[in-house]
């Protein structure tokens, strides 16, 4: 049974800076691209950042290139979201998961191809 736990969340100001943690087991997580996403009050699920099953190639959702850099030690199956230079409207419960539809190798911005959530971990970030 795959299972994925989310930590490091937390409250910061604008401006501050965490870094979300994500470990995996259950499954090959060298074999899988992994994806970070965000889901805000009232809001759908987006996909926030997207890394291949090496790391060599990775995706991120527009408004957060810059300031996020997601990354993965897959002999630790884990996750990693460096955050940076946070906004208010950063603020949401993140998720992590494997892709576990079509090339599950490669990386993927559409949600369904993700099926796998933990529970989650709350980022809030105030003005």
């Known amino acids: 049974q795959v299972q994925v736990v989310e930590s490091g969340g937390g409250s910061v100001q604008a401006g501050g800076s965490l870094r979300l943690s994500c470990t995996v087991s259950g499954l090959s997580f060298g074999n899988y691209a992994m994806g970070w996403f965000r889901q805000a009050p009232g809001k759908e699920r987006e996909a926030v950042s997207c890394?291949?099953?090496?790391?060599?190639?990775?995706n991120y959702l527009e408004p957060v290139k810059g300031r996020f850099t997601i990354s993965r030690d897959n002999a630790l199956s884990s996750l990693y979201l460096q955050m940076s230079s946070l906004k208010p409207e950063d603020t949401a419960m993140y998720y992590c998961a494997p892709r576990s539809s079509g090339m599950t190798y490669m990386c993927s911005g559409n949600t369904y191809a993700y099926k796998t959530w933990g529970q989650g971990t709350q980022v809030t970030v105030s003005s």
């Open positions: 890394i291949d099953w090496s790391g060599g190639h990775t």
